[in-house]
C-alpha cells in the first residue's frame, strides 16, 4: 500500500504561480514513476507530468512544459509540480498518482497507475 496526499492548491489570480506538493508513505519500494494528472470541470482526466522515482527520467505534456516543473524531494519523498504563469484554463483538481511501470511512453496514461491521492483544486481567475 502506498499512501499520497497532495498539497498546494488554492485559487490564484491568471499570471500567478502555485507550488503543488505530494507526500508519498507506505511501500514506496514499488512505486517506479510519479505522476500528476490534473481534472478540469466537466472534462476527462489529462496528464500534467512524470518523474521515475530515481529523477533520472521526467516527462511533461506537450504545451505544458514552458510553465511547469516537475521534481523530487529525497528527504522526506515528496513530489512537486511547480506550476507558473497560470491562466484560466489552468483551472482543475490535480492529484498526484504511482506506477510500476518502467517506460515513460505509459506514464501519459492514467490507467496505468495504481495508487492516487485525494486532489487538491486549483482555481485560477482572469
Known amino acids: 500500500q502506498v499512501q499520497l496526499v497532495e498539497s498546494g492548491g488554492g485559487l490564484v489570480q491568471a499570471g500567478d504561480s502555485l507550488r503543488l506538493s505530494c507526500g508519498v508513505s507506505?511501500?514506496?519500494?514499488?512505486?517506479?514513476?510519479m505522476g500528476w494528472f490534473r481534472q478540469p470541470p466537466g472534462k476527462a482526466r489529462e496528464f500534467v507530468a512524470a518523474?521515475?522515482?530515481?529523477?533520472?527520467?521526467?516527462i511533461y505534456a506537450p504545451g505544458l512544459e514552458d510553465r511547469i516543473t516537475i521534481s523530487k524531494d529525497n528527504a522526506d519523498n515528496t513530489v512537486h509540480l511547480q506550476l507558473d504563469s497560470l491562466k484560466p484554463e489552468d483551472t482543475a483538481t490535480y492529484s498526484c498518482?504511482?506506477?510500476?511501470?518502467?517506460?515513460?511512453?505509459?506514464?501519459?496514461?492514467?490507467?496505468?497507475?495504481?495508487?492516487w491521492g485525494q486532489g487538491t483544486q486549483v482555481t485560477v481567475s482572469s
Open positions: 498518482a504511482t506506477t510500476t511501470h518502467v517506460y515513460s511512453s505509459q506514464w501519459i496514461n492514467p490507467a496505468k497507475y495504481n495508487y
Open positions: 518523474i521515475s522515482w530515481s529523477e533520472e527520467n521526467t
Open positions: 507506505g511501500h514506496t519500494f514499488s512505486v517506479y514513476a
